[in-house]
């Protein structure tokens, strides 16, 4: 969106009555133009084009036709978002055990977490690495969710898998390697649940907002975004953490945008940290991986984090000391 701003008048008293109404926009300026350019106004914005066009000093508004309009009108999403309180989805990289899983859901409600995660179907480098235990796990995990009052949120690998997937899962997940695959997209979306979308490792953000597109295009429920770190040059650590991107997703485009520190980093020393800086960008919740005996783990074990690690995490998630 474009707001124009009258001759003579100073385009800062408008951007202040903008971002009051939580509206983030940027100047523009040309020989004949003085304007702020805005994101499209999101469904739960607490301000219409109608009304930035009564703020004083403005002169005109030009909606621009959006590439992902679903995306921007959404709101919340499975209690995730602008207004609500930030989330802590926690749990194992994948289910190995009911032992495991039952452990690793009693450690998240200790935490604070109102989501278990874990991996049942698994995208593994190599095809001789454990590949999880399909739907096997699925039964283990909802056991160990409902035992402990949590909802489930796992990843769907396969078209083929959605449907039971959907059956026993609160929130699809679609992984970082799929995040443009749009076949799985649309079967995904055709579930009709909310999915927790991961950005691709090489993709912009604009492909990310796009891919949320085809979910809800589908007839996804909803489009939680999850960012978990895009390709860098230095294997220091696992991935580089885009919080730019986080506060962008936020705050400009309003989007319900969580962050992932465990497969960004990689490094359980590193988890508490950044899970720190991911809720000061502004992320509505953190995904984390947690393993009741990470030196045994059959996936992730250098970047589960210990009980102890968790539970600070989950007082990171809660604003407190
Ligand atoms: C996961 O969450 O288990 C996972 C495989 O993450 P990503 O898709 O971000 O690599
Ligand atoms: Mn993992």
């Not at 000093?57 to 621009?64: A, N, P, S």
Request: charged share 15%.
């Amino acid at each position: 969106m474009i707001v124009f701003i009258n001759k003579g008048s100073d385009h800062k008293s408008v951007k202040a009555a903008l971002a009051a109404a939580g509206v983030w926009s940027s100047a523009a300026f040309g020989r004949h133009m003085n304007a702020l350019v805005v994101a499209p106004l999101s469904a739960g914005a607490q301000i219409t084009a109608g009304e930035i066009l009564s703020i004083d000093g403005v002169e005109d508004v030009l909606e621009v036709a959006s590439p992902h309009p679903l995306v921007d009108g959404q709101g919340a999403v499975a209690g995730v978002g602008v207004g609500m309180s930030p989330v802590l989805m926690a749990g194992p990289c994948s289910v190995e055990s009911p032992e495991q899983i039952g452990m690793a859901a009693v450690a998240a409600a200790a935490a604070g977490a109102t989501y278990l995660r874990g991996g049942a179907f698994k995208p593994r480098t190599s095809p001789y690495a454990f590949q999880g235990h399909g739907r096997d796990a699925l039964a283990w995990m909802r056991e160990a969710a409902d035992a402990n009052g949590l909802k489930v949120v796992t990843e769907v690998m396969s078209e083929r898998t959605a449907g039971v997937v959907a059956s026993s899962a609160d929130v699809l997940q679609i992984g970082s390697r799929n995040m443009a695959n749009f076949a799985l997209l649309h079967e995904v979306g055709r579930q009709g649940m909310p999915v927790l979308l991961k950005r691709g490792m090489a993709s912009t953000v604009e492909e990310w907002l796009l891919a949320g597109e085809h979910l809800l295009h589908a007839g996804a429920a909803g489009v939680i975004f999850c960012e978990r770190g895009v390709t860098g040059h230095d294997p220091i650590t696992r991935n580089l953490l885009d919080l730019a991107a986080v506060a962008l997703m936020h705050s400009v485009y309003r989007q319900p945008v969580i962050v992932d520190p465990s497969h960004a980093t990689g490094r359980r020393d590193l988890i508490v940290p950044m899970a720190a800086a991911a809720m000061a960008a502004g992320a509505d919740g953190l995904i984390v991986e947690y393993h009741p005996s990470p030196g045994e783990a059959l996936s992730d074990g250098p970047q589960s984090v210990t009980a102890t690690q968790l539970a600070a995490v989950g007082r990171i998630v809660r604003g407190q000391p």
